[in-house]
T-cell receptor
Framework: GAVVSQHPSRVICKSGTSVKIECRSL??????MFWYRQFPKQSLMLMAT?????????EQGVEKDKFLINHASLTLSTLTVTSAHPEDSSFYIC?????????????FGPGTRLTVT | GQQLNQSPQSMFIQEGEDVSMNCTSS?????WLWYKQDPGEGPVLLIA?????ELTSNGRLTAQFGITRKDSFLNISASIPSDVGIYFC?????????????FGTGTRLTVIP
């Protein structure tokens, strides 16, 4: 149980276009989802925290108008990278948690590799 | 964001050897977690620690929550080739999944058969 999926797993887009990444909790209801970005050979950096039905909370330095997060249901959160640039190329990973777990744990998706050309 | 430093950055060891890595923080965390990440995949939780001084094992893995709450270590005994990957520590200020995770800089482990 507690499976999180992401779609797509890899995406290539042209500079200036927008791309949407989906994060789904497949067998539980995720009241909170987190979006991370990971550059090659670096650690995961938290971008934003998303609670179902609320506006996302962005970490310092992350542009909310560029990285649009929507968490409209208990099983789906989306991250839209708007007007993408090559420097946005990265590995984007989501995680999800639920108070029903009664634990510390966040379950991570398999990640989405974004390449902006 | 919060900076967690891991050491060593990378390790090359022979199969069968024991491995030790640690993580330090400039501030206190109430939960420490250790994850393993394979290339192109999301992190997978290995061990979670809740109390200062706690020592927890999961098979060949043992981790400890430092008494100051600012550090943790992970040991892997009798390494095998599938232990290859990147190991991350993560600190969490709360005790539920809704609290943010702050990740360490990572330790890249290579096991030579």
């Amino acid at each position: 149980g507690a499976v999180v999926s992401q779609h797509p797993s890899r995406v290539i887009c042209k500079s200036g276009t927008s791309v949407k990444i989906e994060c789904r909790s497949l067998d539980f209801q995720a009241t909170t989802m987190f979006w991370y970005r990971q550059f090659p050979k670096q650690s995961l950096m938290l971008m934003a925290t998303s609670n179902e039905g609320s506006k996302a909370t962005y970490e310092q330095g992350v542009e909310k108008d560029k990285f649009l997060i929507n968490h409209a249901s208990l099983t789906l959160s989306t991250l839209t990278v708007t007007s993408a640039h090559p420097e946005d190329s990265s590995f984007y990973i989501c995680s999800a948690s639920s108070p029903g777990f009664n634990t510390y744990e966040q379950y991570f998706g398999p990640g989405t590799r974004l390449t902006v050309t | 964001g919060q900076q967690l430093n891991q050491s060593p950055q990378s390790m090359f060891i022979q199969e069968g050897e024991d491995v030790s890595m640690n993580c330090t923080s400039s501030s206190i965390f109430n939960t420490w977690l250790w994850y393993k990440q394979d290339p192109g995949e999301g992190p997978v939780l290995l061990i979670a620690l809740y109390k200062a001084g706690e020592l927890t094992s999961n098979g060949r893995l043992t981790a400890q929550f430092g008494i100051t709450r600012k550090d943790s270590f992970l040991n892997i005994s009798a390494s095998i080739p599938s232990d290859v990957g990147i190991y991350f520590c993560a600190g969490q200020r709360g005790k539920t999944g809704a609290n943010n995770l702050f990740f360490g800089t990572g330790t890249r482990l290579t096991v030579i058969p």
